[in-house]
T-cell receptor, first 110, second 114 residues
Framework: LAKTTQPISMDSYEGQEVNITCSHN???????ITWYQQFPSQGPRFIIQ???TKVTNEVASLFIPADRKSSTLSLPRVSLSDTAVYYC???????????FGKGTRLSVIA | KAGVTQTPRYLIKTRGQQVTLSCSPI?????VSWYQQTPGQGLQFLFE???????NKGNFPGRFSGRQFSNSRSEMNVSTLELGDSALYLC?????????????FGSGTQLSVL
């Protein structure tokens, strides 16, 4: 079971780039890394997924080093609406469902 | 495409009662998963159904059960409610064919047990 470790909380000012790092030392060969965002009283929302190197979409970038033991979610120029909890998950290759940890609570300050 | 729909949005019950929550997945999705979210424990996996069969199950007591219908809609039932069952119950759907496919969550049912 590939567990993940990420900071409990982070603060940032509006307009800054935010990088949230997640450790997953036991990641398996076929596992993907997925990030979700959750606002209060809502279900998590998929942000980005990657396997190696770098993935970018209209919302964020995901950086994965060669050893894949960690990954970094990068949010460019955050706004107040990016205040949320961000979860890093590692896909299970044996078919068991994704395990959500406690996530990182990002607070964006004006 | 309509998203995942969960009903009811809010529910208040008393200890000892039972409750049934409903989830309608995105059209074409055959997998439905249920999660319990509390401030102390975070998001915990309850079970997953695929094509009317329970495919995975989390570490919850037998009071928590579920089922899936032929149209992929799913229900979960909690019997003999306890105060600790107060939580946000989230349902997620996915096509169900890939191990790493993304989940689409509903807004949840907020259950309060008094």
């Amino acid at each position: 079971l590939a567990k993940t470790t990420q900071p409990i909380s982070m603060d940032s000012y509006e307009g800054q780039e935010v990088n949230i790092t997640c450790s997953h030392n036991n990641i398996a060969t076929n596992d993907y890394i997925t990030w979700y965002q959750q606002f209060p009283s809502q279900g998590p929302r998929f942000i980005i997924q990657g396997y190696k190197t770098k993935v970018t979409n209209e919302v964020a970038s995901l950086f994965i080093p060669a050893d894949r033991k960690s990954s970094t979610l990068s949010l460019p120029r955050v706004s107040l609406s990016d205040t949320a909890v961000y979860y890093c998950l590692v896909g299970e290759t044996d078919g068991t469902p994704l395990v959500f940890g406690k996530g990182t609570r990002l607070s964006v300050i004006a | 495409k309509a998203g995942v729909t969960q009903t009811p949005r809010y529910l208040i019950k008393t200890r000892g009662q039972q409750v049934t929550l409903s989830c309608s997945p995105i059209s074409g999705h055959r997998s439905v998963s249920w999660y319990q979210q509390t401030p102390g424990q975070g998001l915990q996996f309850l079970f997953e159904y695929f094509s009317e069969t329970q495919r995975n199950k989390g570490n919850f007591p037998g009071r928590f059960s579920g089922r899936q219908f032929s149209n992929s809609r799913s229900e979960m039932n909690v019997s003999t409610l306890e105060l600790g069952d107060s939580a946000l119950y989230l349902c997620a759907s996915s096509p169900g064919t890939n191990l790493n496919e993304k989940l689409f969550f509903g807004s949840g049912t907020q259950l309060s047990v008094l």
